[in-house]
């Protein structure tokens, strides 16, 4: 790490706090405004303000006239280099389109899309621990309460991710939907309200397959009629991740796509962005799980500790299957693949994922196999935090791999990727 830089970040940051605070939303922290305003002047995009007291270039006026005075700001080629010198993940300088990271997690659809030259502008995330994650890696703290952040004020984007939450949608959850008692299914309608508000060239929205048949299907139907009065065009696919993403998970999720005033694509004479689009096709699976488990992990992963060991060990037989302990029983996965990643695996019972290792002794994932298994590169670093943590952010996480193909294909029919 470039110890010089980290300090002059520091340094930025304490000019700039002040000000930011006038800015901050309810449930957010001052950090997110900061960071948001030094990664625009880094890539020349918009600023995020309060925008009912402000005007967006008049905030970045008095910025760029705070770190001019203190010598930190010359132009954005040179400020680049002081904002993302310290990440390896980092976007082009010279963005080819922009974006907007609801729902962040930790950053696994950001990853999709920054990968073919786009610069995330704003990002959201409400748990404390995934901004952490995302922080460490994107050099960027997320926004958190995304329900008090006015639509008005988010930066003009070109795309709206969001792999908004699936507990209220899910097989394994309370299957509420939009009724959902924590608020979890209404958070679609805020998506909603910024698509409405801020009219992206489109979106891309992540969630479990079961969306599409929770009640009767009603609730899907929702939520087409509401990006349709919108003037968007939906198309959705339900994708594996073993079928499509070349990783060894059994993870079925359902992507939706949508294009601006492209409501009506299916009564245009002409080619529309839509029509154009292709969903990726399969492709064969050329990893298995063993080739991406570590050769040497603690002692704290294995399970000869534990009282199920003797059942475990009586039934876990093959060092080419993963095996989960589902409170009373083992299950074996004999598809030679992964099971669904899930937000309470390895918390020290159900759905935990568990191998035998080249010794033949019984043990879980670490997360960092979880990372890989969800495709994401080497070089994303894992923070130091619980491991609890770690194992819930890959388990609520996406295959990037997966995103990566639907981003190439999205930017493809917008001419967003530059030959």
Request: charged letters at 25%.
């Amino acid at each position: 790490m470039n110890v010089a830089v980290k300090n002059i970040l520091i340094e930025i940051k304490g000019l700039l706090l002040k000000e930011a605070e006038r800015h901050t939303p309810e449930g957010s922290d001052a950090e997110a405004v900061v960071d948001q305003w030094i990664h625009a002047l880094a890539t020349n995009t918009d600023f995020y303000c309060d925008n009912s007291n402000y005007k967006p270039q008049s905030v970045k006026n008095l910025v760029c006239k705070i770190l001019e005075n203190a010598n930190y700001f010359e132009s954005s080629d040179l400020f680049y280099n002081i904002a993302f010198e310290n990440l390896s993940l980092k976007p082009q300088s010279k963005p080819n389109f922009t974006f907007i990271d609801l729902f962040a997690g930790i950053g696994g659809i950001r990853l999709g899309f920054q990968k073919y030259g786009g610069a995330c502008v704003f990002s959201s995330e409400f748990e404390k621990a995934a901004q952490n994650t995302y922080k460490e890696n994107f050099g960027e703290h997320p926004f958190g309460d995304i329900t008090t952040v006015p639509s008005e004020n988010i930066p003009k984007h070109d795309i709206l991710l969001g792999g908004f939450p699936c507990q209220a949608f899910s097989v394994a959850g309370y299957r509420e939907g939009f009724s959902d008692k924590k608020g979890r299914g209404n958070l679609f309608f805020k998506i909603h309200d910024i698509i409405k508000t801020k009219k992206p060239e489109a979106f891309l929205l992540e969630n479990v397959k079961n969306l599409q048949g929770h009640d009767g299907g009603n609730t899907f139907k929702v939520i087409v009629e509401y990006l349709h009065e919108s003037g968007y065009s939906v198309i959705s696919n339900v994708l594996n991740s073993m079928d499509f993403g070349d990783v060894p998970q059994n993870r079925e999720r359902i992507y939706i796509i949508g294009f601006k005033d492209e409501a009506n694509w299916q009564n245009n004479k002409g080619a529309t962005r839509t029509s154009e689009f292709s969903w990726p096709e399969p492709i064969r699976l050329s990893k298995s799980v063993r080739d991406l488990l570590d050769k040497q992990v603690s002692e704290h992963y294995f399970y000869e500790r534990f009282a199920c060991y003797k059942q475990l060990k009586e039934q876990m037989t093959r060092k080419d299957t993963v095996y989960q302990w589902r409170r009373v029983y083992v299950r074996e996965n004999k598809n030679n693949v992964c099971p669904t990643l899930t937000a309470n695996m390895g918390t020290g019972g159900h759905n935990v994922p568990l191998i035998l290792d080249d010794n033949g002794r019984i043990r879980k994932l670490t997360p960092k196999e979880c990372s890989r298994i969800q495709g994401f590169p080497e070089d994303f670093k894992l923070p130091h935090i619980a491991n609890s943590h770690l194992y819930k952010q890959f388990g609520n996480s996406v295959t990037v791999p997966v995103i990566e193909r639907l981003a190439n294909e999205m930017l493809r029919v917008m001419n967003k990727i530059r030959k």
